[in-house]
């Protein structure tokens, strides 16, 4: 027998490409398996087998963890109360295990002969499959081509080489239609652990996928005198990508289209048809937006730092093409450049203006006792708010020359109480805000002392509001109203 398991230790692994060490490892857990079945029916007994890597002989033991008095026995079969055996067995403490060997095992019976068997083979697969994907994650290969094995409702199963990858429903190129035995190539996300095992998932739909091909296609990419610095997608229909070179001899929207856009070309080819944009990253970030935007042609853009967002202008015949097909255009613009773009036409952009001028207008009169006249040049002169009159440089504004200096150090001084007056009416608002007011997805504290101040201090008494008043009371857009509603709604159900 001892020889015997000697060498079908060496032939299971040469057969299945594993260490020796590994299955010798599967070998005793597979005996312990068969001795446990076999002497210790109905038990859920610890037995440890040990083999001798020379002689091949082997020799089992049941065990028992010690435990405390306090912890109490959660596994009887194969646990002791340190109390109950202390007297037994002194030089034992708690976390130490009592061990005694197994005499006179069976192992001639055919059914002890199938359940090693069984465990074994069974160990071994999954030995040999972690060995598969422990070489496999070795490589670090990004992009992987593979065969279709099978196609199921949660995707496919993609062989590449031995091992086989998961392709999920969510991660495949919409109505790209795979079959089994199809080629294809995707993108190593990431690595699942599951009950069955570890799991390596690909994806043909993230922008890490379209990266990738384009380091392909184009050596200069992988040179590194051109870089990809975002990219953005609607799989299957658009995407954009946004280039630089690091040479400035180097052209580089044309070096990744291509000599007759052969290279994009290529591409789109691998994603279905994908339509790609390739655009110039630049650091400028309204430059970098009028040139997200392309094909559409932009007349003015207004950017607002403190909130990353731009509200661009564009003619009225460049509308639809600015804004695409269900948005596609601008959405994709806005993922590309992590700016919030707003598409609005020179009347719209001319009606916001006015009603921002009108704002700090009225705000400017309210705040600090002025007349029309005189909030009309602040704003005029490019000063729209409390804070800015505040805190620009005194300097700056009486070279604006609409005030001497002492009007100006008394205007910023009202500017100031004012700040701060706000600033403690803020807080005393928060301190009135109830916990679920405050805890609501979307909310923020500015937002939230807006509600308190119109008397809104629950998330029951914002759910009570309709979208109309809600934008009413705190100058949120219609979508933003609408989310927050139905939060403190869904607080109702819980």
């Known amino acids: 027998m001892s020889r015997e398991m000697l060498d079908m230790v060496e032939v299971l692994a040469h057969e299945k490409n594993v260490e020796k060490a590994a299955v010798f490892g599967v070998l005793e857990m597979a005996l312990a398996s068969a ?27 049941r065990r028992w963890l010690i435990v405390s008095d306090d912890q109490g026995l959660q596994q009887p079969d194969r646990e002791e109360m340190f109390s109950d055996i202390e007297e037994d067995y002194p030089e034992l403490n708690v976390g130490d295990y009592i061990e005694k060997p197994i005499e006179n095992i069976n192992t001639s019976g055919r059914r002890f002969a199938q359940d090693a068997k069984q465990v074994i083979l069974q160990r071994l697969r999954d030995a040999e499959r972690e060995q598969i994907l422990n070489e496999f994650l070795a490589r670090e290969e990004k992009v992987v081509s593979g065969q279709v094995k099978r196609v199921d409702k949660d995707g496919a199963i993609i062989e590449i080489g031995r091992l086989e990858a998961r392709l999920p429903r969510s991660e495949m190129i919409p109505r790209e239609n795979l079959r089994t035995s199809d080629r294809v190539r995707a993108y190593v996300l990431r690595v699942d652990e599951s009950t069955k095992g570890k799991q390596v998932i690909l994806s043909r739909a993230c922008p890490e996928f379209l990266i990738k091909l384009f380091e392909l296609e184009v050596p200069e990419i992988e040179e590194g005198v051109v870089e990809i610095k975002s990219a953005a997608r609607d799989p299957g229909a658009r995407a954009k990508i946004a280039v630089l070179s690091r040479d400035k001899r180097v052209e580089p929207v044309g070096t990744c289209i291509g000599i007759r856009g052969s290279r994009v070309t290529a591409v789109t080819n691998e994603l279905a048809g994908e339509r790609i944009d390739v655009v110039r990253w630049d650091e400028n970030p309204v430059q970098y937006i009028v040139e997200s935007l392309k094909p559409a042609k ?19 015949d460049n ?13 994709l613009a806005t993922e590309l450049t992590g700016w ?12 916001k203006h006015e009603a ?15 007349d029309q006249e005189a909030a009309t040049a602040l704003v005029e002169c490019g000063i729209y708010s409390l804070e800015e009159l505040a805190y620009v440089p005194e300097q700056e504004i009486i070279d604006l020359g609409i005030f001497d200096a002492e009007t100006v150090v008394e205007l910023r001084e ?15 608002n928060l301190r009135q805000a109830d916990a679920s007011l405050l805890a609501l997805e979307g909310m923020d504290n500015d937002l939230a002392s807006k509600l308190v101040s119109a008397d809104v201090k629950t998330a029951d008494d914002l759910g009570d509001l309709d979208v109309e008043e809600l934008m009413e009371k705190t100058g949120l857009e219609e979508e933003a109203a609408k989310q927050l509603i139905m939060a403190a709604r869904a607080t109702w159900t819980e």
């Open 340 to 351: 919030q773009i707003n598409i609005m036409t020179a009347d719209e952009a001319n009606e």
């Open 319 to 331: 509308l639809a093409i600015a804004i695409g097909r269900g948005g596609q255009n601008v959405r």
């Open 35 to 61: 001795v446990k079945k076999s002497q210790f029916p109905g038990e859920d007994a610890d037995v440890v087998v040990t083999v001798n890597r020379n002689t091949g002989d082997w020799s089992a033991v």
């Open 414 to 428: 009202r500017a100031r109480n004012a700040l701060l007056a706000r600033a403690l009416q803020r807080e005393e």
């Open 298 to 316: 932009v007349s003015k853009v207004v950017a607002d730092e403190e909130a990353t967002s731009m509200d661009v202008t564009v003619e009225e």
């Open 356 to 370: 921002e001028i009108g704002e700090a207008r009225g705000e400017f009169m309210a705040e600090l006792d002025m």
